[in-house]
């Protein structure tokens, strides 16, 4: 018996040819990951192309979405991607941050194990299902509770102005933040899990008061907790359903969070089954690009966060 | 003397309330947290119940405006795309994953993972728009192939990425025994090491066909959607997912009713899935340090 | 599949009792994986309008008990049937909003046979709305309505609705404006007419599918708009009268071209079509938005179904084709039941020649 080592690193016996094919085979199937990827650019590369090539740069940064006069401009897309993404884990991280200190500190276990599943719970309901309790339950609480009480109270800032469709930005973000919360909250709370017990118990040896040895803890993940927060800001760009049901519909940009808005992933879901000529369609196209291009570099970033606290760890065990 | 010891008391009674006082937020924030939960389990359990009938299994959808019928057509249908799927989605989710996990610990390896990241974030309606252009144009239809394809190329990171880990996890020492017995690699992997992993692996596998089951953008430009019965992979074909989204939007009570009921029997579906893979992987494979 | 086939032999390794489970198990993913692979029975895919999507529903299920041909019908908006039918993707389209010269010599090209345009059925477009204490017939002028739709008039108690409506105690409270989000037929009908009455909406806003609204809030699909109009208070929207009827929503009486409040019904969009009957293009699109007569209602539509006039599938043309007999023939009679307006004989019988010159891979049918 021979035994070989393999510049992987791994060790394999002889030349087998079993050995080879599994190889090669399964080489190929981690192959095609990569394939579909750049097949996936390609493709909206090449559909977007008309687009790309009579609005240029500009289809970013101008509001004209006008099919009639087949005029393309995103900003006010683009606008209420961001907005919406943005305020939602403006809401959200703090929460989650709470929810993953709850849960790796302060719970006792029994607690610990049926919260932290009714969390995960929360991430496995599918967006449609969000939408539909969006259009039934919160739109109208929004619109017969909510929205009255901030108009008759804040409504000289012009966040709260305009009348109250109930469906609109505001309706969004909340969904929003309901659906990013278990992301954030379950890596936080593991990236929080995994620094090691002497931080905290050296900070209670000095007198330091619980509070402030989780302070300790969360001064040293700081990065790890970002990163969380930027795959839920992945996910939050790239939610379709349940902001196309509750958002209103409108590419539109206003301060105001009672009037409709429109985002991109929304409006590729109305439009592309109609997109009636040869330019809209390239545009929407252009948008999934946009959209596409965004989430990698959201996501990217965020791995790597997320795994640079990996890394920190491993060296200190 | 005694100002030094009222100081230190302050101090310490000021740290005492600090502590209390976020500790309390942070349990208040995890209660936050679950209303909205609670709250969407509750409707859909209530709402979807009272219509949850024999007849929602298996009639087909009426006419617009008309009272009553079921979904039996889109419940198969999210049953066949899913299969479908899955028979793309799980090969290839295994099959990188053990390369990963096996032979990947080089540059090549370490660029597929990040692929495998990139894929997983990538929108769901993205995937749509793209297997509209790469399938239904060019078959010049429509179809629950084309919708499969979608949900497949959904699944495949999630896949991937367990199995890797899952195999990563299979201690060394497990495969050297193998090999200095003579086993080939191949049959150490296969016979050996995934059987260890397999239930870690079978995890994944349901989150990313839960995942698949919920989707509804990428079938919205592929499967389309049927009002009638339809088990044929080349027609468009009804899902419950575009279901839940046509009836909830719709004027009609009837149908927001049956909205209800489709989301609840989607949780259900989910459910079972997991219930599913729990059995098949009942644990005789586990072998002993 | 190496991989399951690895794993099925290590399943034969395995003790008796877990073969058992597990093998029946794989048996039946097995079938499930491929039960797709079953016989299709014939049926057609068309996609398209919403606005007869009632009728049209009724017709295709009333066609299937007769025949058993299943005529599987998606409601994606106008737009949508007009670009899948563009594409190739389906086998009939159906829209509201006529195909455009430009884009009639685009299908010839890309799919290299001629669409014809058959009109089936007459509906309304009509301006419904949810106002707590309102009921049924507010009267409002095309000049007025252009007015709301531009932004120019933001209080249901505005002078101007307050003028026309001398007896109605309407609220001080905002109008909450829905149009239309996809790409519909619908939209082109009430834009059309809008256009026509309101220089400052050509101008501004002009017709289409899908146009640039100046204010409201999008829904899709004429069930979307009826649902937020049910749904929200103060609000108004354009939508078939067959879905405002269903839904038990209040809809306003228009000022037509001579002077007359109309309420809309299947009497007063019939005299709609009193002025062009005489003049219908051969091509049969034609638009009857603020027609002359004065029984007419201002903002009535035809709706069409696209069809290739050359098809490839022999056995789908005739299906095809004998449906259209029949949605001349008896298809016409579900019509009033449900809030549409049937087709006059002359145009039943122009229709009848354009379906005649339907062909099946250059063979006439029947």
Redesign the interface.
Known sequence: ?K?FK?????????N?L??I???K??????????I??I??AY??YA?AKPSIEKFGWGFLVSS??????EMFGALPIIYGTIVSSMLALLISV??????A???S???PSWLEKP?SY??E??A??????????G???L??WI?NDVQPFLSQNFGFLPFFQG??????LLAAVLILS?MI?PII?SISRDIIRSVPHDQREAALALGA????S?LIVLKEVKSGILGASM?GL??A?????AV??VI???PLISASLFD?SYTM?SA?????????SDMY?SS??HL?LV??VI??I???LA?LLVWSMDRKWKTVR | MENGAMKSNLYLYKKKIINLIMLSLSVLAAVISIIPLIFIIYYTVSKGISHLNIDFFIEMPKPVGEPGGGMANAIVGTLIMLGIGGSIGIPVGMSAGIYLSEFGKNKFGNVVRFFADVLSGVPSIVVGVVVYSLVVIPMKQFSALAGGIALGIIMIPTITRTTDEMIKIVPQSLRETALSLGIPKWKTTVSIVLKTAWKGIATGILLALSRAAGETAPLLFTALGNRFWSTSIGQPIASLTVYIYDYAKAPFEDWNNQAWTAALVLIILISILSLLFKIITRSRYNIKQ | MLIVDKYLRTIKNNTQENMLNKKSILILLFIFFTSGYSFAQLQLNGAGATFPAVIYTKWFDEYKKLTGVQFNYQVIGSGGGIRQVLEGTVDFGATDGPMSDKQLLEVKDKRGTEVLHIPTVIGAVVISYNIPGVGKGLKLTGQVLADIFLGKIYYWNDIEIQKINPGINLPASAILVAHRSDGSGTTYIFTDYLSKVSKEWQIKVGTGKAVNWPVGLGGKGNDGVAGFIKQTEGSIGYIELAFAVHNNINYAFMKNKNGYFIEPSFKSVTAATGEILNNMPADLRVSITDADGKDSYPISGFTWLLVYKNMKNEEKANALVDFLYWAMDKGQSYTTDLYYSPLPNKIIKMCRNKINTITANGKKIK
């Open positions: 018996m035994f393999n510049k992987n690193g791994s060790i394999y016996t002889s087998n079993g050995d094919f599994f190889e085979i399964t080489g190929f199937f981690a192959a095609v990951v990569l579909l990827v097949l996936m493709e909206m559909g004209a979405w006008d099919p009639v006069r703090p929460l989650s941050i709470g929810v200190v709850f849960l500190e302060i719970a919260a009714l969390v719970l929360l496995g309901i599918p967006s449609v299902v969000y939408g539909l309790w259009i039934f339950v739109v109208p619109r009348p109250p469709y109930g469906f609109g309901i919360l909250a008061t619980k509070w402030e989780i795959l992945g996910r760009v790239g939610e379709t359903m196309t049901m209103g519909n409108r409709p992933a590729i879901a109305n439009e592309f089954t109609e997109a009636t369609i929407l196209i999934a959209l596409f989430t990698i959201i996501n990217a791995r």
